[in-house]
């Protein structure tokens, strides 16, 4: 999951500054990790540690309130019920990538992967965006080429993976829903050749950067084998102990031995 968290490390600057190329440095003083991170590493700690995600998401929150959460997430999470609210935002794929790399089938990883997103996210597209996202980081992880990852994608999940960046980006705008942003972060991963060149290609769409670049990210991180070391080691400084801590826990566990 660390190539998740490094995505949205990186593209924290580009969400209310898009940008609509791939031309950019890494990192800048104010990068940050953000709701993305916070809710990925709740999720890791609940896999790990078989929490209930319910109540970590609600502790993360109550750790790290700033951390750029959505309205309707931000209300639930201070809410003293846990109904889900039925959003079809991109939350739910943002956070779900320690599923991918945690399980050892893909109808185990699906499974869970619905389990992640429906606690809050449990409208079909919310749903769907989760599923997606770890299908794909399992498959890319477990030796699927990019033709048979966008192929199964698109068949089980209906999104339209024929597309380029490159037709995509003049138009594109900010959109949180799973079904505006999810298909699209993943066309920067199949567009890609390496890991740095996916979050740069889901930044340049110019959309919600953290989040694109995280899903990308993550993909990436599952195909190409890992993160570069001087990405990693410059992420590792941006987080805090806490975070740092259940990253490097599930690294040991689930990534390394993948």
Request: aromatic letters at 4%; charged letters at 25%; glycine letters at 6%.
């Given at each position: 999951m660390l190539g998740a968290i490094a995505g949205d490390v990186i593209g924290s600057v580009y969400e209310a500054d898009p940008i609509k190329s791939t031309s950019f440095p890494l990192f800048h003083d104010p990068?940050?990790?953000?709701?993305?991170?916070?809710?990925?590493?709740?999720?890791?700690?609940?896999i790990l540690d078989g929490t209930p995600y319910v109540s970590l998401l609600k502790s993360y929150y109550r750790r790290y309130p700033k951390a750029g959460y959505g309205g309707t997430f931000h209300r639930w999470a201070l809410s003293p019920g846990s109904e889900p609210y039925g959003s079809f935002g991109n939350g739910s794929a943002m956070r779900v990538s320690p599923v991918g790399f945690a399980y050892?089938?893909?109808?185990?990883?699906?499974?869970?992967?619905?389990?992640?997103?429906?606690?809050?996210?449990?409208?079909?597209?919310?749903?769907?965006?989760?599923?997606?996202?770890?299908?794909?980081?399992?498959l890319a992880r477990t030796g699927s080429t990019k033709d048979a990852i966008r192929d199964y994608v698109a068949a089980a999940f209906g999104y339209d993976l024929d597309r380029t960046i490159e037709d995509i980006r003049p138009r594109y705008c900010f959109?949180?829903?799973?079904?505006?942003?999810?298909?699209?972060?993943?066309?920067?991963?199949?567009?890609?050749?390496?890991?740095?060149?996916?979050?740069?290609?889901?930044?340049?769409?110019?959309?919600?950067?953290?989040?694109q670049a995280c899903i990308a990210g993550g993909i990436a991180q599952a195909f190409y084998r890992g993160v570069p070391p001087e990405i990693a080691a410059r992420v590792f400084e941006i987080l805090d102990e806490p975070l740092a801590a259940v990253t490097r826990r599930f690294q040991e566990r689930y990534e390394a031995a993948r």
């Open positions: 990068c940050r990790f953000t709701d993305d991170t916070v809710l990925t590493v709740a999720l890791a700690e609940s050892d089938s893909l109808d185990e990883v699906l499974t869970k992967a619905r389990e992640s997103a429906e606690v809050t996210h449990d409208h079909p597209e919310g749903i769907k965006g989760a599923q997606a996202v770890a299908a794909a980081i399992f959109d949180v829903t799973c079904q505006g942003s999810v298909p699209e972060a993943i066309l920067a991963f199949l567009e890609s050749n390496s890991y740095e060149h996916a979050v740069r290609l889901a930044i340049s769409l110019g959309g919600d950067a953290d989040t």
